[in-house]
């Protein structure tokens, strides 16, 4: 019997099994520091992979993968008559002060291995896949290691700051004098909130190595008006 033609739903399954492939290339183009390096102007492959470090023809397999989704484009010839690659306006979110921390931790191992175990995590009884694949909480991991911490705690900021810089549009907290962030990271968050309104003091809840990890991240102007308290809002 012959293969059945593909159909719309069939084109809609394969597009979302190839997420995966999506993730990782703008993951891996985050991790390099690929937008960050093209945010000055267009480079050749050769002078981005003598820049980043990475093999010249494997990354110009990458940055046409990037062009295809319109994360790069190709912008003309160098002097040697190579072709150069620039960021788009969806590529420049992936720099380094915007949407790039966030990239960079997702397509991480400790957040990327976790997913190949989701099935496993179904089972009656079993743990949450990232205990299964790592043999303990997100939290805990953390705790213990410095490297995934900070990429988390770039990660949380990165986003953060996006609804920051919109919430303070919309929210009017004019009638309010104290707010609290009940697990609020490293303060990304209500620190905004307290240099939009000066009269505000601020509360905020995380775990005590988080808190920790606040110190040389609040804002000198909102300090005094700031409060940490260790806590964790899920007991």
Known sequence: MSAPFADDDAIALFDILT????????????????????????????????????????????????????????????????????????GRTLTADALGPLASFLGSPEQWDPWSRLADSLRPGAEPAFALTHGTDLYAYMAENDSAAARYDKAIESFTRQEALALVEVLDLSGVSRLVDLGGGRGTLLTTLLQRWPELTGVLVDLPDVLERTLDHVPAAVADRLETAPGDFLK
């Open 19 to 90: 997420g995966r492939c999506r993730a990782q290339a703008v993951s891996a183009a985050a991790q390099l520091g690929l937008a960050d390096t093209l945010a000055p102007g267009p480079l050749s492959a050769a002078a981005l992979a003598r820049r980043l470090d990475c093999d010249a023809s494997r990354l110009e397999r990458l940055l046409l993968y990037l062009v295809s989704l319109e994360v790069c484009c190709r912008e003309g010839k160098d002097d040697g008559d190579q072709d150069t690659y620039g960021l788009t306006s969806l």
